[in-house]
T-cell receptor
Framework: DAGVIQSPRHEVTEMGQEVTLRCKPI?????LFWYRQTMMRGLELLIY????????DSGMPEDRFSAKMPNASFSTLKIQPSEPRDSAVYFC???????????FGSGTQLSVL | AQSVTQLGSHVSVSEGALVLLRCNYS??????LFWYVQYPNQGLQLLLK??????LVKGINGFEAEFKKSETSFHLTKPSAHMSDAAEYFC?????????????FGAGTQVVVTP
């Protein structure tokens, strides 16, 4: 298996632009998580899905952030409009039913100028 | 709310020496505890987990951790450090057995291994 796949690997954009991060979980996994990592706040859970349904989005910082999971093999995290304080590494992770191990993607390094 | 505290943001060890990374947790219910490792420019990998079975947990790459309820600790150890152990290590807690992925992470400990 190719593991959790995230794209792009790096994203540089200007303040005010829309940013879309993408994630493909491991095939057969039914839970998907979006985490953000910054120096100031460490690793934070933004949102997670079970069977494509958002279960807990309490970590989403504000209305500029939205996430979708239209099917079991794809999820997006969108920021509109982006701000410099959104600069961080965004990780997607997944696990399957009965699994006890969370698999992380390599992350998207986002820089908002 | 569950939380973990990692003592020491940076640890330097000599190759072959003991690695000891400290983690204390706060939880109102029996905790599920994890150690993850992050190598540069990579995602996190699970080293080991405690889920209320044996208190001494063995993980990958020669690491182990001991759950001590009386001390609310879950320290990570490795008897002999290798250069490849240089990475950042995160302790994490989850209180929901049906949501392994909903984790509260510690701030992380950066490990440097010197020859």
């Amino acid at each position: 298996d190719a593991g959790v796949i995230q794209s792009p690997r790096h994203e540089v954009t200007e303040m005010g632009q829309e940013v879309t991060l993408r994630c493909k979980p491991i095939s057969g996994h039914n839970s998907l998580f979006w985490y953000r990592q910054t120096m100031m706040r460490g690793l934070e859970l933004l949102i997670y899905f079970n069977n494509n349904v958002p279960i807990d989005d309490s970590g989403m910082p504000e209305d500029r952030f939205s996430a979708k999971m239209p099917n079991a093999s794809f999820s997006t995290l969108k920021i509109q409009p982006s701000e410099p304080r959104d600069s961080a590494v965004y990780f997607c992770a997944s696990f399957g039913q009965g699994g006890e191990k969370l698999f992380f993607g390599s992350g998207t390094q986002l820089s908002v100028l | 709310a569950q939380s973990v505290t990692q003592l020491g943001s940076h640890v330097s060890v000599s190759e072959g020496a003991l690695v000891l990374l400290r983690c204390n947790y706060s939880s109102s219910v029996p905790p599920y505890l994890f150690w993850y490792v992050q190598y540069p420019n990579q995602g996190l990998q699970l080293l080991l987990k405690y889920t209320s079975a044996a208190t001494l947990v063995k993980g990958i790459n020669g690491f182990e951790a001991e759950f001590k309820k009386s001390e609310t600790s879950f320290h990570l150890t490795k008897p002999s450090a290798h250069m490849s152990d240089a990475a950042e290590y995160f302790c994490a807690v989850s209180d929901l057995p049906d949501s392994w992925g909903k984790l509260q992470f510690g701030a992380g400990t950066q490990v440097v291994v010197t020859p």
